[in-house]
T-cell receptor
Framework: DTEVTQTPKHLVMGMTNKKSLKCEQH?????MYWYKQKAKKPPELMFV???????INESVPSRFSPECPNSSLLNLHLHALQPEDSALYLC????????????FGPGTRLTVL | KQEVTQIPAALSVPEGENLVLNCSFT??????LQWFRQDPGKGLTSLLL?????REQTSGRLNASLDKSSGRSTLYIAASQPGDSATYLC??????????FGTGTQLKVEL
């Protein structure tokens, strides 16, 4: 298996809802990433997990809560989001954490009403 | 702070044309540089990775070059096809695992 999968593909939620995004890879990669991408802009790094430990948090608001239950799975828990959080959320993985090629999933299109 | 710029922001070419996409960066202390393509509303597809010690990489009709001293990378696409239409992003890392992305070039290849 040489791909990163993300579920769901689309998500619509209200500002009071709690939802989760899921990312999975079975390539044996030890680093996993969450990015946020607004329309016509490049992706912005949110979090990095290295060997299942959070290594980078790019000052992301606490309404976004990442979780890495095991080396293959990465979740992003969402709570009390704002309409401006609507974006494409991308997950990526890389073999190790230091400068390796990153492989991206198809993304989850999130709309906050 | 590393800044990565891609020029032009948009490009339209006729099918069959050879073309070059440019990526410029301000800090030459990079570890590697990666080129991606992104179709509208989709994820990123990795095209080529160039390590800092390399000058170029080739994959099929694609050739990417890297000149650290001048802070430039180019992506050459030979014999362009309508299926090449997408946004192309360069991204680099100075070490660690944080990618800095360029501003992107939106390519349209017309029949």
């Amino acid at each position: 298996d040489t791909e990163v999968t993300q579920t769901p593909k689309h998500l619509v939620m209200g500002m009071t809802n709690k939802k989760s995004l899921k990312c999975e890879q079975h390539m044996g990669h030890r680093a996993m990433y969450w990015y946020k991408q607004k329309a016509k802009k490049p992706p912005e790094l949110m979090f990095v997990y290295s060997y299942e430990k959070l290594s980078i948090n790019e000052s992301v608001p606490s309404r976004f809560s990442p979780e890495c239950p095991n080396s293959s799975l990465l979740n992003l828990h969402l709570h009390a989001l704002q309409p401006e959080d609507s974006a494409l959320y991308l997950c990526a993985s890389s073999p190790e954490s230091f400068g390796d090629e990153q492989f991206f999933g198809p993304g989850t299109r999130l709309t906050v009403l | 702070k590393q800044e990565v710029t891609q020029i032009p922001a948009a490009l339209s070419v006729p099918e069959g044309e050879n073309l070059v996409l440019n990526c410029s960066f301000t800090d030459s202390a990079i570890y590697n540089l990666q080129w991606f393509r992104q179709d509208p509303g989709k994820g990123l597809t990795s095209l080529l990775l160039i390590q800092s010690s390399q000058r170029e990489q080739t994959s099929g009709r694609l050739n990417a070059s890297l000149d650290k001293s001048s802070g430039r990378s180019t992506l050459y696409i030979a014999a362009s096809q309508p299926g090449d239409s997408a946004t192309y992003l360069c991204a680099l890392t100075g070490g660690g695992n944080k990618l800095t992305f360029g501003t992107g070039t939106q390519l349209k290849v017309e029949l």
